[in-house]
Every structure is written in C-alpha cells, then in structure tokens.
C-alpha cells in the first residue's frame, strides 16, 4: 500500500527566499522518493495535516467517525478553521523546508476504518506507519547541509512544526488518517534571506553527506543539535558526539596518511623508511585531540592552532561533565557547532573537489 510522508520545518536562520520565486526544490531522491522545497508559504502543505489533526480532535472529544457524515463535514470544517486561525496569530515570514516523500509497505491490519467519500480515518496494529526512518537519511543530510551553508553567524536552529503519515486507499485513492500520527506546533520569525548561490550549494553538499560513510553518523547527530525540541543538554552531547565521531572517523579514513604523506613530503629520502614506523607505533597512541590538530594542521593550517586550543577547552566542559563536576551555566553548544561547521565544510568542500577531478558526485 502506499504511504506518503510530510514534514514541515521552520528555519530560524533565514527570513525570505531571494532564489527567484517562493517555493524553490532543493534536493531529491528516487529511492525512496522523496523531495525538500524551501517555501514562504507553509500554509499550502498544511491541508492533510490540518485536517489529519481536527479529525483525532473531533474524536477525543467524542464525535463518532461512523455518525451522521453532515454532522462530521460541519463540525470537520469549523475545527480545520480554528487550526488554521490559531496558526494565522503566530505566523510570521520567514523560510520553511519541507521533505514530501511516499514508498510502498506491505496492506497495514486496520483494526479500526471508517470513511466519508473524501477521506478514511483508522487505527492500525503497532507501529504500521512507522515509516521516517526509511527517509531520515535523507532528511539528516539536507537538515546538515543547510546547517553548514548559512553564514557563520545565523541562527541554525530548526523547529519542525508539522508532521504527518498517512496511507492512500489503492482503489479510490482517498487518504486514509491515523491521527496519532500528526503533528503541530507554532511558526516563529527568523533574519537572513537564501539566495540562488545559497540553494545550488545546499544542492550540491546534500549527495557528498549522502554519499560519505563517514559522515553518516555526524550529520545526523549535527542535525539534531539544531532542533529546537532537543533540551540544552540534549543539544550539547548530540553536538560534541558528533565533532567527536567527525574527528575519528576522518582521521582513519583520511587524515592520517596525508598527515604523514605531508611529513614524508618535507623529510631527505634517506629518512623515509622511518615514516613506516611511525605509523606502527602512533597506530594507538593518538589522543581524539592529537587526532583534531592533525586534521585542523591538514584542513587550514593557519588556523590549526587556536582551533585546537578552543577543542581543548570545549573537551574539558565536556569531561566535567561526564564526570560530573561543575559545568558552565551555559553550555558552549553554539562554539562546537562552529568549529564542527568548518571542519565539515572543508573535509566536504575537498571531497567535492576530488570527486569533481575524478569525474563528479552520483546522486
């Protein structure tokens, strides 16, 4: 059966869209289909949403789906205008991303189905619809990759204000509601405009996240540290993880042969063989912070010092807190976001450029 899936997210750091128009796709995938737009206008996806959630309303205050049909259009109607009314007085401009995705699973066991002629509501067995992991990837990646495209100072927090899961009946292709599944929040105001260049590179890093194993994990974990549900603490180790996982990962996978490519670069030809035992002895011996110099001295070398000092001190908060001792009032989430930030964009921007000599990205 077919299940289709939407999610709408507010961007606090950005306030218009200067790309030419105001729903622009930034990203898509065909297996599983899925597409990100950009927009101005929520208001335009939130029409199954609206009515998904007035409908699990209208139930928990006793309206009986398999009742007078008249009876359910009207009350139905007014309570889709008051969600929308309620929307209307928090609104403001600003940027939304929303993913639309759809893929088959196997007919759900509705044990509870009831229908108009526009539309069904059901309750099915455990877990039937649950279906945003098969899209995550993709999300985390898009979510990511925005992230790192806004200018180092934006708000990167993200707040998802409207989610929703429903099946399509296969004969008369009706939707089919479980409202327990959907999701709705307010709309919040955010600065910043996305222009045209800012779109094709958010197009452009989405596939070099979802093409790099290694970067799987710390994308998604970069991801949730913008969420605006996550807590403060939430936010702060999602964010630490992931730089901490970004540092290993890269460092094994990278950064560690061409640290010692570089070395044996500078070094006589007599001394080379040594380089050989070098890596045999440090294969263990490296510190996650010996691991980020050496991937900071690679990436911006310039930079690499100071970098790793703030790594340094950003570690000991984090070791204070594992261990728990005194931990600052305000945990120092948004300065591992910028130094994670840069190091992704720049791993990433080599990446792209490599895969570019060696005859481009798949998407």
Not at 98 to 115: A, K, M, N, Q
Not at 122 to 148: H, I, N, Y
Not at 198 to 216: C, H, Q, T, Y
Request: charged content about 25%; hydrophobic content about 45%.
């Amino acid at each position: 059966m077919l299940v289709r899936y939407l999610a709408i997210w507010k961007l606090h750091g950005a306030s218009k869209i200067a790309a030419g128009g105001s729903n622009v796709r930034i990203a898509e995938l065909d297996d599983p289909r899925i597409v990100a737009t950009i927009t101005e206008d929520p208001e335009q996806y939130f029409f199954h949403i609206d009515r998904s959630r007035a409908l699990g309303i209208l139930m928990l205050t006793g309206v009986s789906m398999a009742g007078d049909k008249g009876v359910l259009q009207t009350r139905l109607a007014a309570k889709v205008g008051e969600l929308k009314a309620d929307r209307t007085k928090e609104a403001s401009a600003g940027v939304f991303l929303v993913f639309e995705g759809e893929t088959e699973i196997p007919d759900p066991e509705f044990l509870v189905r009831h229908g108009t002629d526009e539309f069904s509501v059901c309750a099915t067995a455990k877990d039937s619809l649950e279906v945003d992991a098969v899209f995550r990837p993709f999300m985390r990646a898009t979510l990511a990759a925005l992230g790192l495209c806004l200018p180092g100072e934006a708000d990167r927090g993200i707040e998802r204000i409207g989610l929703i899961t429903y099946l399509v009946d296969h004969d008369t292709e009706n939707p089919i509601y479980e409202p327990k599944h959907t999701f709705g929040d307010r709309i919040s105001s955010a600065p910043g405009a996305l222009t045209e260049d800012f779109v094709a590179r958010v197009g452009e890093i989405i596939p070099a996240i979802i093409n790099d194993d290694v970067l799987v994990r710390p994308t998604s974990l970069m991801a949730t540290s913008f969420d605006q549900a996550m807590g403060p603490l939430q936010s702060f180790i999602a964010v630490w993880s992931a730089l901490e996982i970004f540092v290993n990962a890269t460092f094994k996978a990278t950064y560690e042969s061409r640290w010692f490519d570089i070395m044996e670069e500078g070094a006589p030809t007599a001394a080379k063989p040594i380089f050989e035992r070098l890596k045999e002895v440090m294969s263990d011996k490296y510190r996650v912070a010996d691991k980020f110099l050496i991937v900071a001295s690679v990436l911006d070398a310039d930079a690499a010092t100071p970098d790793a000092d703030e790594f340094r001190k950003l570690k000991r908060i984090r070791d204070d807190l594992l261990h728990g001792l005194q931990v600052p009032a305000r945990l120092p989430t948004e300065a591992i976001q910028r130094l994670l930030l840069k190091y992704m964009r720049l791993h990433i921007d080599t990446q792209i450029h490599q895969s570019k000599l060696g005859g481009g990205l798949n998407t």
